[in-house]
């Protein structure tokens, strides 16, 4: 089992920047991927961004030259750099990891919420 805690969300403006942490405790072997995905109020649970244990990343369309992943193994965390930010990108944004045996994990989810 995998256990994931955010931190970072807030209230920006429109243009600005925010980065988020999530850190990973638990079986972190069993960890292939990590990465972040957002739900904004009534739409559907959408890919933000994932980057696998061996670094290479996958992007949503919505955040592609603006967001930036990263992952720290040595820390078993991974954070998410979001620059040029549009109210669009409100909403509560969840860390993910995929596992290669048992269910995935989920964080508690935290909100980002730009002004414009």
């Known amino acids: 089992q995998v256990q994931l805690v955010e931190s970072g969300g807030g209230l920006a403006q429109a243009g600005g920047s925010l980065r988020l942490s999530c850190a990973a405790s638990g079986s972190i072997l069993n960890i292939n991927a990590m990465g972040w995905y957002r739900q904004a109020p009534g739409k559907q649970r959408e890919l933000v961004a994932l980057?696998?244990?061996?670094?290479?990343?996958n992007y949503g369309d919505s955040v592609k030259g603006r967001f930036t992943i990263s992952r720290d193994n040595a820390k078993n965390s991974v954070y998410l750099q979001m620059n040029s930010l549009k109210p669009e990108d409100t909403a509560v944004y969840y860390c993910?990891?995929?596992?290669?045996?048992?269910?995935?994990?989920w964080g508690q989810g935290t909100q980002v919420t730009v002004s414009s």
């Open positions: 993910y990891a995929d596992l290669y045996w048992g269910p995935d994990s």
């Open positions: 980057i696998l244990s061996a670094g290479s990343t």
